[in-house]
Every structure is written in structure tokens, then in C-alpha cells.
């Protein structure tokens, strides 16, 4: 093997370099031979999207634990702790990934991970949490309505599971700044919003168990329709801003906390049907202009 480059055909040009450091960064197989000494050996290097860290790993179990928690306190029948434990896994959600990128964490098993803990937080938990709510409830108005309850919350949960492998199979190549479908935090974030807001409601009868229906299979078509929804993710919250927005983000804050369940179920949903309504008045708009060329 001939080892040291342009060292090899002039050796004056590494003098300077002393005899035993001529070897300049030097690659053989997966060890890594840099400026070494008589003292120093060869490492392996291990190669970083092969690595485990433990930081963004842990904030993912921290959602799926939150997801799991949510499932056991809906059987339970404490549903307003499981709709807040749906709410504290998007939280860990978020800052896993972003943690990763601020530490240089990432790797194959941290994305493989993440994805599975949000296939149980957000997508299996709220079928179930909805399920034991209300459309389980639906059964006792007849076989057919029981049938339907069942199956919307399976609908939910295959949904999910579809969404994020269709943003799994198109991450590298998809928008960054929007999402195709919504988001599957955000889905859930509207069904045990639902569920939260609805905790006051011990009776809610035919119609209430029929909204309950209805709000998870539109989340779980809302996930898997071609509508892009906004990503957020040019917001740079490191950059300055005016005072007035300050003050914004402060009163935001306030509107949460004095109603915590209505504020998030209210806000989710805005996000979740913003984009439908608008593609609606885009196709009525093109419509009536074609009735107006015709």
C-alpha cells in the first residue's frame, strides 16, 4: 500500500511534519489514521448515521410513553388526563427532532424510532381515547351505529399509519414548507381536543356520540387527502422580533391557560380546516367564472 500523497514524491514538502507524522489523514477500511505519534493507534470510526444518542431518543420515549398513557387512562375512563397526555407527546415530538439538529444527534435510528412512537402517540392513541369516549357509546342505538363507531376509529388509526409512510417515502423530496395531508400530531391534537372539551358531557347522547364519530374519520381523511398544509418551519424563533409580537405570543399564552381544552381544540381545528375550505372556494370561484365565459 503506498500511504502519504504528494508527501510520497517530495518529501521536503513534509519536513515540517517531523518523521513520524507524515501521515497526514489517511483512510484505511473503517479506521482513520490521522497525525499520530510511536504512542498513538488507529480507532474505528463510527459512522454517525449508524450511531444511537441517547438526548433525542429519550424525548421520543417520552412521546410514546405519553401516547401509551393516554391509551391506558381512556380505559381507565379518565379521558380529560388522556386528552392532556395526547397534548405532552406532541410536545416531546417537537422537541426531538429539533434537539437532533441543534446537537448533531441525528441518525437512521433516531428517524426509525421517532416514527414508531408517533404511530402509537398519534395515531393509535386517539382511535382508542375516541373509541372509549363516545362511539363505543353509539352501539347502544343499534348494531349498525356500533359497526360504524368501531370502524371510523379503525379508519383513524390506518390513516396514520398510511400518513406518515407516504412523508417517510417523500421527505427528500417534498416542500419543506408545506405538509401533504395534515399532520398527524395535528390530527390528533383535534380528536382528544375533542374528547378534552367534551369531558363536562356525561350524557352527550345520539348526537354528540355522532359528532365524536364524525370528528375522527374527517381528521383521519384529512390525513391522507393531497391538501398541503402549512409546515411553519421557516418560522425562526432565534431571529429578533418586534415588541408588539411579544406581546401577541404573551397573550396567546393567557387565552391557553384560562381555557386550555377549548383554546387547543379551537386553534387545531382552525389549522385542520383552513386548507379544505379554502380549495372549496377556489373550485366554486373557477365554476362560476366558467359559467360567466359560457
Known amino acids: 500500500m503506498i500511504v502519504g500523497g504528494e508527501c510520497a514524491g517530495n518529501p521536503s514538502r513534509c519536513a515540517h511534519t517531523g518523521p513520524a507524522r507524515w501521515l497526514d489523514a489517511v483512510q484505511v477500511g473503517p479506521y482513520h489514521v490521522g497525525l499520530m505519534d510511536d504512542h498513538e493507534s488507529a480507532e474505528p470510526v463510527r459512522p454517525r448515521r449508524r450511531a444511537i ?20 387512562a381512556a380505559i381507565d375512563g379518565n379521558f380529560e388526563r388522556a386528552g392532556i397526555a395526547i ?28 416514527s414508531l412512537a408517533d404511530m402509537v402517540a398519534f395515531g393509535v392513541a386517539p382511535a382508542i381515547v375516541s373509541y372509549q369516549w363516545g362511539v363505543a357509546r353509539i352501539a347502544e342505538y343499534g348494531r349498525a351505529w356500533g359497526r360504524l363507531g368501531w370502524l371510523a376509529a ?10 406518515l409512510a407516504r412523508f417517510n417515502t417523500r421527505v427528500a423530496t417534498q416542500d419543506k414548507r408545506y405538509f401533504e395531508g395534515l399532520p398527524s400530531p395535528s390530527a390528533a391534537a383535534v380528536v382528544s381536543g375533542f374528547v378534552w372539551a367534551s369531558t363536562e358531557w356525561r350524557e352527550p347522547g345520539l348526537l354528540g356520540l355522532i359528532a365524536a364519530f364524525t370528528v375522527t374519520a374527517v381528521a383521519g381523511a384529512l390525513m391522507v387527502s393531497p391538501l398541503s398544509f402549512p ?26 391557560a384560562g381555557d386550555p381544552s377549548r383554546a387547543l381544540l379551537i386553534s387545531f381545528g382552525a389549522y385542520a380546516l383552513f386548507p379544505p375550505l379554502a380549495w372549496m372556494v377556489r373550485r ?4 362560476l367564472r366558467r359559467r360567466e365565459r359560457a
Open 53 to 72: 444518542y441517547l438526548l433525542p431518543n429519550l424525548l421520543t420515549t417520552g412521546c410514546l410513553f405519553s401516547g401509551f398513557y393516554a391509551i391506558v
Open 87 to 114: 397534548f405532552v407527546a406532541m410536545l416531546f415530538d417537537g422537541l426531538d427532532g429539533r434537539v437532533a439538529r441543534l446537537t448533531h444527534t441525528e441518525s437512521a435510528f433516531g428517524k426509525e424510532y421517532d
Open 154 to 163: 379503525f379508519f383513524y388509526a390506518v390513516t396514520a399509519a398510511l400518513r
Open 231 to 256: 409546515s411553519f418551519k421557516n418560522f425562526d424563533l432565534m431571529r429578533p422580533v418586534r415588541f408588539a409580537w411579544l406581546v401577541v405570543a404573551v397573550l396567546v399564552f393567557v387565552v391557553i
Open 284 to 287: 366554486l370561484r373557477r365554476l
